[in-house]
């Protein structure tokens, strides 16, 4: 059973460009959410989706920032015009509807870095 | 607004030596979780803690939550290398979907 997968792994991008972070979740999980982790800091929740629904993006920036989670494919972390600051390792994590107490799964990152 | 405050943030030990980490969360939660995080690495799950008085225990770590207090801690016994991480804790605030809220992580190092 493959866990959450997300690609790429790494991604470097120069300052003004788009940046694309996609996410699978696990097989048979339909809530999405991505979390961010500054160096030495813990992860910051961004935003959490069900399929073709944006559930509660508080954590988001207002600007350049976007997420998606089609009812097909992977939910894809859209960042226009990146800048330094949004150098960052980017956490997928996936569950499943009825688990409410459940933990959250996570990907292995995309780790962002901005020149 | 949800704080989650982790301490020590830094810790080197012996190994064989017992320490505890600590959890402190500033609202009313239900639940709270503990993670492991190897350097460049995912988060492991280690702990579901979901009421008040729960006590969970996996081999060398054990986690116990006081809701009355908005404390947990992380209790390690006769420390080993393989347990050099950063360990953090997520709580989730009372009645809200499944947005966690992660202390800053505490970065164990066990020293021969």
């Known amino acids: 059973n493959a866990g959450v997968m997300q690609n790429p792994r790494h991604l470097v991008r120069r300052r003004g460009q788009e940046a694309r972070l996609r996410c699978s979740p696990m097989k048979g999980h339909s809530h999405v959410y991505w979390y961010r982790q500054l160096p030495e800091e813990g992860l910051k929740f961004m935003v959490y989706l069900q399929k073709e629904n944006i559930i509660d993006e508080s954590g988001m920036p207002k600007e350049r920032f976007s997420a998606e989670f089609p009812k097909e494919g992977p939910s894809i972390l859209r960042i226009q015009q990146v800048v330094r600051g949004d150098s960052a390792a980017y956490f997928c994590?996936?569950?499943?509807?009825?688990?409410?107490?459940?933990?959250?799964?996570f990907g292995n990152g995309t780790r962002l870095t901005v020149t | 607004e949800l704080k989650v405050e982790q301490n020590p943030l830094f810790l080197s030990m012996q190994e064989g030596k017992n320490y505890t980490i600590y959890c402190n969360y500033s609202t009313t939660s239900d639940r709270l979780y503990w993670y492991r995080q190897d350097p460049g690495k995912s988060l492991e799950s280690l702990f579901v803690?979901?009421?008040?008085?729960a006590v969970k225990q996996e081999g060398r770590l054990m986690a116990s939550l006081d809701t009355k207090a908005r404390l947990s801690t992380l209790h390690i016994t006769a420390a080993v290398h393989d347990l050099s991480a950063t360990y953090f804790c997520?709580?989730?605030?009372?009645?809200?979907?499944?947005?966690?809220?992660f202390g800053s992580g505490t970065q164990l190092t066990v020293l021969p």
């Open positions: 803690l979901l009421s008040n008085g």
């Open positions: 994590a996936s569950s499943p509807v009825s688990s409410y107490n459940s933990p959250l799964h």
């Open positions: 997520a709580v989730v605030i009372a009645g809200s979907a499944r947005q966690l809220t």
